[in-house]
Nanobody, 122 residues
Framework: VQLQASGGGLVQAGGSLRLSCAAS????????VGWFRQAPGKEREFVAA????????YFADSVKGRFTISRDNAKNTWYLQMSSLKPEDTAVYYC????????????????WGQGTLVTVSS
C-alpha cells in the first residue's frame, strides 16, 4: 500500500492550496482517511478526516471553516482544500489512512504518506 501526497507549495497568507493523496494497493471503504501536519519544532497534529463510506468529516478547531476534506472513489484519492491560509498553517502535511474508529487519533492510522510541505508567507 502506498499513499502519495502532493500539492504543497508556497502561498501568501489568505491564499488557497489543495492537497491530494492518491492511494494504491487497496481501498479504504470501511475506514477513515485524513490529514495531519507537523510544524517545525512541534508535534504532529490532526487536521481533518473523512469516513470514506459515510462522508462524515472531522476538523481540528484551528482549521474549521477554512479547510474542507473530500474523497474521490473512482481515483482512490482524497483531498484537503485549504483556504484563508495563515502563516501558522505552515507545516509538512501528511496524509493517512486506515483508521477504523476515532478518526482524529493519529495512532489509529495504519498507512502514511511521505508528507508535502506547505509554506504560508505573511
Amino acid at each position: 500500500v502506498q499513499l502519495q501526497a502532493s500539492g504543497g507549495g508556497l502561498v501568501q497568507a489568505g491564499g488557497s492550496l489543495r492537497l491530494s493523496c492518491a492511494a494504491s494497493g487497496r481501498t479504504f471503504n470501511s475506514s477513515a482517511v485524513g490529514w495531519f501536519r507537523q510544524a517545525p519544532g512541534k508535534e504532529r497534529e490532526f487536521v481533518a478526516a473523512i469516513v470514506w463510506s459515510s462522508g462524515s468529516t472531522y476538523f481540528a478547531d484551528s482549521v474549521k471553516g477554512r479547510f474542507t476534506i473530500s474523497r474521490d472513489n473512482a481515483k482512490n484519492t482524497w483531498y484537503l482544500q485549504m483556504s484563508s491560509l495563515k502563516p501558522e498553517d505552515t507545516a509538512v502535511y501528511y496524509c493517512a489512512a486506515g483508521a477504523r474508529c476515532a478518526p482524529m487519533n493519529m495512532n489509529l492510522y495504519t498507512y502514511w504518506g511521505q508528507g508535502t510541505l506547505v509554506t504560508v508567507s505573511s
